[in-house]
């Protein structure tokens, strides 16, 4: 404020009333009822400016709060329940990092995401790897989305899925074997 009176100094705390102040005559200095009508409309550009603070906050995964599940969403994590607001930030942020996707990398990423082990081979046939999971796959679909968006464009994908059932009578082995557009169908069963 370039210029004080006692009266604004009662009633002016919001910063925003203060800086509007300055823009109008000295004579709203000595007003009552100008400088309460200051005062309400600052606080309440108080307010948003803070909301925009906190909008701007939310933006960048080292500050973010209430924006974190957006976050974990865009990258596809489930936070655990017991799990800080760092630790949470920490995951997203690594999740963030271009990192090269190596056959190993592309192995543990598939075995995290299906909870089977996998294995990747690579140069099957012409422009084409294959990745083989051991076990039973709740989340096929789920898998081959993601094999989908991992591979490269130009690289064709054969997906395998095998699993041993052991029984009283019979072990039976089934390899089911299908590719990166969703399709599926038993190859053997012994």
């Known amino acids: ?101 190596n056959p190993k990398r592309f192995e543990k990423i598939i075995e995290a995401l299906s909870g089977v082990e996998t294995k990747l081979i690579e140069n099957t046939a012409k422009n084409t790897f294959q990745v083989n999971l051991y076990g039973d796959v709740n989340n096929y679909d789920e898998v081959v989305r993601r094999i989908d968006e991992l591979k490269p464009a130009h690289l064709l994908c054969d997906i395998r899925v095998s699993d041993v059932i052991e029984s009283e009578t019979a072990l039976n082995y089934a390899i089911v074997s299908g590719s990166c557009e969703y399709s599926s169908s038993i190859v053997s069963e012994v």
Do not use: N
Not at 39 to 63: A, M, P
Not at 72 to 78: A, F, L, N, V
Not at 80 to 90: A, F, K, Y
């Open 1 to 101: 404020m370039w210029y004080k009176t006692d009266l604004m100094e009662q009633i002016l705390t919001s910063e925003s009333a203060k800086q509007m102040i300055d823009y109008v005559s000295p004579i709203y200095g000595k007003s009552r009822i100008g400088l309460w009508l200051f005062q309400v409309i600052g606080l309440e550009i108080d307010d948003v400016k803070t909301i925009c603070e906190d909008i701007f906050d939310q933006i960048f995964v080292d500050r973010a709060t209430w924006g974190l599940p957006i976050w974990e969403k865009e990258y596809g994590i489930t936070p655990l329940p017991d799990q800080t607001i760092e630790q949470r930030r920490t995951q997203i942020s690594q999740m963030r990092i271009k990192r090269p996707l």
